[in-house]
């Protein structure tokens, strides 16, 4: 699809990489927006969306025309690919633990919900020990915020991050950076080491 003599420089090929890490974790960010809230833990992987091609021809199928074409000029395009049928986890931290990915695999996105409280809010819930107490606290407090983080990462090391709050639960209230979860950024860098 491409050849060494049209390829871009490493430092052009390092912007297009993070445009289409951003590009990625927007569309993820608006795919999972479109079934809601309270959803679980959902992990994707991404791939170059050329090398797809290269590899299976059969892809083409599945993307829109003007996504194909791109492809062909822009080597770092990136198809995201909802993984199902993850591991059984206890927690986020065992889930990532698990996960590995092939060398087909350029990224990995994550989706995750997480309740947020001011610090003293905070400090008073870390203090209650019962499960079914400490989620009736949460649930009854009026300053709590549900936010919704959806975060990708790169083999090279590029993040990006989209945050979603559902008090603003507006497209054009999302806050996006590349290490907003530096946390969850590096939990997840970690499951290509």
């Known amino acids: 699809m491409h050849d060494e003599a049209s390829a871009p420089g490493p430092g052009r090929a390092a912007a297009l990489a993070a445009q289409a890490?951003?590009?990625a974790v927007a569309e993820t960010e608006t795919h999972v927006a479109a079934h809601g809230?309270?959803?679980?833990v959902r992990v994707?992987?991404?791939?170059?969306?050329a090398e797809a091609l290269e590899a299976d021809p059969d892809v083409?199928?599945?993307?829109?025309?003007a996504t194909v074409e791109e492809a062909r000029?822009?080597?770092?395009?990136l198809m995201v690919v909802e993984q199902e049928g993850l591991p059984p986890a206890t927690d986020l931290e065992h889930l990532l633990a698990q996960l590995a990915w092939p060398d087909s695999v350029h990224g990995a996105a994550i989706s995750v919900e997480r309740l947020v409280l001011p610090?003293?809010?905070q400090e008073e819930a870390e203090a209650i020990t019962d499960a079914a107490e400490r989620l009736a606290f949460l649930q009854e407090r009026p300053d709590r915020e549900d936010i919704r983080m959806v975060v990708g990462v790169l083999r090279?090391?590029?993040?990006?991050c989209t945050l979603r709050s559902r008090s603003h639960d507006d497209d054009a209230l999302l806050y996006q950076g590349e290490r907003l979860v530096p946390g969850l950024v590096e939990a997840l860098a970690a499951t290509f080491l």
């Open 73 to 77: 000029t822009n080597p770092e395009l």
């Open 60 to 65: 083409a199928d599945l993307l829109d025309t």
């Open 119 to 121: 610090p003293a809010a």
């Open 44 to 49: 994707f992987a991404l791939v170059r969306t």
């Open 156 to 160: 090279g090391g590029q993040s990006w």
């Open 37 to 40: 809230w309270d959803q679980p």
């Open 21 to 23: 890490l951003a590009r």
